[in-house]
């Protein structure tokens, strides 16, 4: 394995969705050089996979403080209401400046509706009293991230390096206290030439998306490993409210399509959640845990789904719109619909078959509003942060808000802060990558395992019905497949399979550790040994910081 020189940059963006790309872009207005690291092509991404859209306000008959309302009644006493407040409120001015770039949202005028040409189609999704979805068609992430793309390749001051997946973050260490003082940069493994990089900057920031592979089912695409958060930890930044893993109740149930996701826009719609009782009749079950029925917050209706596939013995529920004609169905969800019918379900005549999934962590990296972390240069955004505007539990569509607007503040933040942070910065001295005494693996089937093994327990003991002995039972695995993995990383040269295997190892224990702590139920966090919510840990945020 070779080891290159370093290669300065002003700004260094690792990940490239929607967050990623967005701050990219922002930093590069004032015409700094800005590298955007991503360990697959550019537009593989969560954000890519996202159907149902944005969340926000732009309809005269809704407001703001609606729009907050939904957000803090979803997250259950544990958001942060100015961060609630700044990000929603920004919503309307980033959304346009994303159109502006020339991103396309669906309109009345395009279904049909000759009244209303120009305004925008507003889907509703669950948790939410009133239509404020902007969407594209069903492929909404898809739409935005092309646009991203697109800018990105175009502005001369962004170097995109794919197929290059970040190692460690480069920090210098505090004296006598916790925590990293400064970060410098970042190690970086570009595998198609196997050659470890040494990347400095001003600042970092951390976009890494989301964890799903953690899970054995997921919506998540496979680079969702949560290498972002997993690399903080290791440096000693304060990681916060891990617990809360949204499980998204609708992922279409078929052998042949794999970790497709059946947007909560269906339901939106008016898609209506049954099981098939003994008989093979189709029967409603929502009421039963909300009032809102199959429109309640996703913490619900994934828990409920999972009681009544349980309790009825049944591999899946179904979600039912067949009340629709197909001709409004293909015009507004025309991806789900021809990825539907791939798997011989046509959505006009068939209920479709779903289950739930690891969908979303609302826990992460701990920033304030701008994304800035305990550690001078590093900045958070996107999922890979946890600002506290989803608390306990996500409202729908506010993650591609928040990734927009977090991206903004964080690079407003960064320039507003510009002559400071090079006051403190200096790339002297920062040591190049070492492999040590590590030499070619000849057991690769310790990663496959390993990685298969730490999948299962969590989806088995650490999923959507928790208890303290499956917890603990988790805990107790972990430990051991830890130790595995940090001889096996130590004893042998980094390939991408090991550094994603070391990073689901990572954020699973921080998973573990976090829903240990919290004894009781909150919103995403279940635990049948704690049921009830304490009013005592409202506004209390579980944070887990490495002693280095």
């Known amino acids: 394995m070779k080891v290159n020189e370093c290669l300065q940059f002003d700004h260094l963006v690792v990940g490239s969705g929607l967050a990623g790309l967005s701050a990219a872009l922002n930093l590069a207005e004032s015409g700094n050089k800005v590298a955007v690291i991503t360990k697959r092509e550019v537009d593989e991404a969560n954000t890519r996979y996202a159907q149902g859209g944005i969340a926000c306000v732009v309809d005269n008959s809704d407001s703001f403080d609606e729009h907050v309302k939904d957000t803090l009644t979803a997250g259950v006493m544990l958001c942060k209401e100015q961060v609630v407040r700044t990000i929603i409120e920004a919503g309307p001015e980033a959304v346009q400046e994303l159109i502006a770039r020339g991103a396309h949202f669906t309109t009345r005028g395009e279904l049909g509706e000759k009244t209303k040409i120009d305004e925008f189609d507003l889907g ?66 570009d595998y198609k030439k196997n050659v470890v990089k040494t990347f400095t900057a001003l600042t970092t920031t951390v976009a890494s998306g989301g964890i799903g ?116 169905l293909r015009l507004r969800f025309p991806n789900i619909f021809e990825k539907c019918l791939e798997a011989g379900v046509n959505m006009a005549c068939d209920p479709i078959p779903v289950v739930p999934a690891a969908h979303y962590s ?66 002297e001295g920062v040591p190049v990558w070492s492999c040590g005494d590590a030499v070619d693996s000849d057991e690769q089937v310790v990663i496959a395992h390993n990685w298969d093994e730490i999948r299962r327990f969590m989806w088995d003991y650490v999923g959507i019905y928790r208890t303290n002995k499956r917890l603990e039972r988790a805990k107790e695995r972990m430990k051991l497949i830890r130790g595995e993995i940090d001889k096996y990383y130590w004893d042998f040269l980094v390939t991408p399979d090991l550094l994603e295997l070391r990073s689901i190892a990572c954020v699973a224990e921080l998973i573990i550790d976090s829903a240990l702590s919290r004894q009781e139920s909150r919103g995403l966090h279940f635990n049948a040994d704690y049921p009830y919510t304490d009013k005592k840990l409202n506004f209390t945020d579980t944070i887990i910081q490495r002693n280095l």
Request: net charge positive; aromatic share 6%; charged share 25%.
């Open 213 to 328: 592979r953690v899970y054995l089912y997921t919506s998540n695409p496979d680079v969702a490993c949560g290498g972002g958060v997993a690399m903080c930890y290791r440096a000693g930044t304060k990681i916060a409210n891990m617990e809360f893993i949204q499980f998204h109740p609708t992922i279409l149930y078929h052998p042949k399509v794999r970790s497709f996701l059946i947007s909560e826009a269906v339901r939106g719609e008016g898609a209506i959640l049954k099981y098939r009782d003994k008989g093979g009749k189709l029967v409603e079950f929502m009421h039963k845990y909300h009032d809102m029925k199959s429109l309640a917050p996703r913490d619900v209706v994934a828990r409920a789904i999972d009681n009544e596939m349980k309790r009825t013995g049944s591999e899946c529920v179904y979600l039912d719109i067949t009340h629709k004609n197909e001709k409004d």
């Open 362 to 427: 609302c826990g992460g990296v701990m920033t304030d509003v701008n994304g800035a972390t305990d550690v001078t240069g590093l900045y958070a955004v996107g999922e890979a942060a946890c600002t506290g505007l989803h608390g306990a539990n996500r409202l729908a569509s506010n993650s591609l808000l928040e990734a927009l607007v977090g991206a903004k503040l964080a690079a407003q933040h960064i320039h507003s802060c510009e002559t400071e942070l090079r006051k403190t910065f200096s790339s």
């Open 124 to 189: 509703r999704e669950g948790g939410h009293h009133r239509r404020r979805i902007l969407h594209a068609g069903d492929i909404t992430g898809e739409e935005v991230e092309r646009i991203l793309v697109e800018s990105c390749r175009n502005n001369p001051h962004i170097t995109i390096f794919e197929h290059h997946i970040a190692i460690d973050l480069i920090a210098t260490r505090r004296i006598g206290r916790p925590g990293p003082n400064r970060c410098l940069g970042v190690y970086v493994l």
